[in-house]
């Protein structure tokens, strides 16, 4: 277990971030919830003040949930394969906790949908077999016909699907979707529900409610709940520790941070701030990375992926390295600005000897 990096963050710094960065930490309300350290916030859209997300549309159903593992995932990118699954597997845990809580009932006939290759590596479906619920599921395998990482601005039109499987979807039923996966621009959930839909309206089914949980971005959620009126289904979320922000690149999800891309395309500097209750937002600044994505390479991330055919092994050298590139270039430019502090630094610097020790270890296998 990594060690802990700084004893607290205090106020003054919290209120310096804040000060500088559009976080909203004022739009969540907690729930009674206790299973295994895991703590369920309810998000009211109407107190979303950043300019950036307050005109977007949003479900009614938005929760956070934030957990130590779920914590550790978002903000070391150095946590791969092994080490990412046991955080992972007690997450899938919490979550299936949270999600039973929530939405489940008997009298409905309830599906997971596994969005692959990353889907499945969110490990709600083991999570809801501990809970004895033990759910058929339905695939779907989408590609992006061009290079896709850190670029997923105008994808939709990329993206085609490459394998399928809804034999487990029944007829003439009305169902509730599990659907764990990363909501960054939501171009592959567009694409799989509307595929999704076709194929229940084929077996005289109707989608009645899609559940979605992992990390996602307020952006997405735009995407989603338009399609969500369109179609004529309910959407519930659980997103994993806050609700991100967005670059425009339509890929990286940070808490908070510049906007890398961006300023690389342009020289211009654009803040980004998530939506994050204020009870846990000290506890992610102690480590956070200001501007890093959340998820990273999801996929690549994961030791082995199910790509609807048989296992293949997760990229995670390169993950690493894309990570370490990543990291340096958002110090470079961080590093001058008026609001970089001492104690920022030392996350940077921290992340990037994780990152190192990390590619060290992989390399020589």
């Known amino acids: 277990m990594r060690k802990i ?7 003054t710094e919290i209120k310096e971030v804040l000060k500088e960065f559009p976080l909203d930490i004022l739009a969540t309300k907690e729930v009674a919830f206790s299973f295994k350290k895991a703590r369920l916030f309810k998000v009211n859209p109407l107190k979303i003040k950043n300019p950036a997300h307050r005109h977007l549309k949003y479900p009614k159903d938005i929760y956070i949930i934030h957990s130590p593992q779920i914590l550790e995932i978002a903000c070391f990118p150095h946590l791969v394969g092994k080490e990412l699954e046991k955080r992972t597997t007690i997450a899938g845990e919490q979550v299936a906790k ?44 989408t590609r992006y016909k061009l290079p896709s990482y850190r670029h997923h601005n105008g994808s939709c039109g990329q993206l085609e699907i490459i394998y399928e499987d809804f034999s487990n979807l029944p007829s003439n039923k009305e169902l509730v979707i599990i659907k764990p996966d990363t909501e960054a621009a939501a171009g592959t959930s567009h694409l799989a529900i509307k595929r999704l839909i076709e194929v229940a309206k084929e077996k005289n089914s109707k989608i009645k409610t899609i559940i979605c949980t992992g990390f996602i ?26 609700l991100t922000a967005l670059y425009k690149n339509g890929y990286d ?8 891309a961006y300023y690389k395309e342009t020289g211009k500097i654009r803040k980004l701030g998530a939506v994050i209750p204020k009870e846990i937002l000290g506890d992610y600044l102690k480590y956070f990375v200001c501007g890093i994505d959340q ?14 055919y048989g296992f293949e092994k997760g990229d995670i050298l390169n993950h690493l390295n894309h990570s370490l590139n990543f990291i340096k270039s958002l110090y470079e430019i961080s590093k001058n600005q008026k609001w970089f502090k001492k104690w920022q630094k030392e996350i940077f610097e921290k992340e990037i000897k994780e990152l190192a020790t990390a590619l060290t270890l992989y390399d020589r296998k």
């Open 98 to 141: 949270a999600v039973q809580k929530l939405w489940l009932s008997k009298n409905k006939e309830t599906l997971i949908y596994d969005v692959l290759r990353a889907g499945p590596s969110y490990k709600v479906y083991e999570g809801l077999k501990k809970l004895k619920i033990d759910l058929k599921r339905i695939k779907i395998r």
């Open 5 to 11: 990096l700084r004893n607290e963050i205090n106020q």
């Open 253 to 260: 999800m940070p808490l908070y941070g510049i906007d890398e």
């Open 295 to 308: 998820v990273g390479d999801w996929s690549a991330r994961q030791t082995l992926l199910y790509n609807g």
């Open 217 to 242: 971005s307020c952006a997405s959620l735009n995407v989603l709940e338009k399609l969500a009126i369109k179609n004529n289904f309910e959407l519930k979320v659980l997103a994993w520790g806050n």
